[in-house]
C-alpha cells in the first residue's frame, strides 16, 4: 500500500506570497494518477489538478502542480484570499485503490 | 448542472446499519466510475469503495471489507453505500464523487471531479 506524507503539515503565508506544498509517496506512483484537491471549512473538497499537473475545469492558473515518481508539489503562485484551505494530494494506484495524503492547512499568517 | 446529492444519514447504535443514497444528474451517470469518500470529525480525507460503470468491479479500503457494500442502479442514476455492522469510527462525513478520467496525449489521467455535499453518518449508542 502506498502511503501519501504531505509537508508543511501548516504554512502561514500572507495574500499575495507564494505557497509550495509538498506531497511525498513511499512508493514510486505514476504521474497520471496523482492529484490534488482544495477544502474549505463545511465544503466538498475541489479538484484542483490531475495527472499531477492538470489543471482541472475553472481552476485558476495561478496553481500548479509538478513531479514525478515520488516527489510532487503543488504551488499557488500568489494567494488569494479565498486561497486559505486545506489542500489534500491523492494516488490512485494498484487494485484500483485510493490513498490520500493527511493534508496541508495554508492559513492567513 | 451537474450535481450528486447524498442522504441516508443519521445516528445508528455500534452494530447497527445504514444505507446510504446519492442521486447523479446532469451527466451521463452509467459512464463513469462512482466512489464513496469520508471525513471523522476533524479528520483528513478516506477513500472508502468504487464502483465500475456497470457495477462489475467494486474496491474497498481494507477496513470497511466484509461490512459495507457499494452498489449502483444506473436507471436511476444512483450510487448506494449499504453500511453494516457500524463501528464509532465509522463515524464521519460521508461523500459520493464522479471519478473523472481524461485521455490526454494517449494516457488516461484520473481525479473525483464533481463531489456531493455529503451526509453524516454518526454511530453512538
Known amino acids: 500500500e502506498i502511503v501519501l506524507t504531505q509537508s508543511p503539515g501548516t504554512l502561514s503565508l500572507s495574500p499575495g506570497e507564494r505557497a509550495t506544498l509538498s506531497c511525498r509517496a513511499s512508493?514510486?506512483?505514476?504521474?497520471?494518477?496523482l492529484a490534488w484537491y482544495q477544502q474549505k471549512p463545511g465544503q466538498a473538497p475541489r479538484l484542483l489538478i490531475y495527472?499531477?499537473?492538470s489543471r482541472a475545469t475553472g481552476i485558476p492558473d495561478r496553481f500548479s502542480g509538478s513531479g514525478s515518481g515520488t516527489d510532487f508539489t503543488l504551488t499557488i503562485s500568489r494567494l488569494e484570499p479565498e486561497d486559505f484551505a486545506v489542500y489534500y494530494c491523492?494516488?490512485?494506484?494498484?487494485?484500483?485503490?485510493?490513498?490520500f495524503g493527511p493534508g496541508t492547512k495554508v492559513d492567513i499568517k | 448542472e451537474v450535481q450528486l446529492v447524498e442522504s441516508g444519514g443519521g445516528l445508528v447504535q455500534p452494530g447497527g446499519s445504514l444505507r446510504l443514497s446519492c442521486a447523479a444528474s446532469?451527466?451521463?451517470?452509467?459512464?463513469?466510475?462512482m466512489s464513496w469518500v469520508r471525513q471523522a470529525p476533524g479528520k483528513g480525507l478516506e477513500w472508502v469503495a468504487n464502483?465500475?460503470?456497470?457495477?462489475?468491479?467494486?474496491y474497498y479500503v481494507d477496513s470497511v471489507k466484509g461490512r459495507f457494500t457499494i452498489s449502483r442502479d444506473n436507471a436511476k442514476n444512483s450510487l448506494y453505500l449499504q453500511m453494516n455492522s457500524l463501528r464509532a469510527e465509522d463515524t464521519a462525513v460521508y461523500y459520493c464523487?464522479?471519478?473523472?478520467?481524461?485521455?490526454?496525449?494517449?494516457?488516461?489521467?484520473?481525479?473525483?471531479?464533481?463531489w456531493g455535499q455529503g451526509t453524516t453518518v454518526t454511530v453512538s449508542s
Open positions: 464523487a464522479r471519478l473523472g478520467q481524461w485521455l490526454e496525449g494517449g494516457y488516461y489521467y484520473y481525479g473525483m471531479d464533481v
Open positions: 446532469g451527466f451521463t451517470f452509467s459512464s463513469y466510475w
Open positions: 464502483i465500475k460503470q456497470d457495477g462489475s468491479e467494486k
Open positions: 512508493q514510486s506512483v505514476s504521474s497520471s494518477y
Open positions: 495527472g499531477a499537473s
Open positions: 491523492q494516488q490512485y494506484g494498484s487494485s484500483s485503490l485510493f490513498t
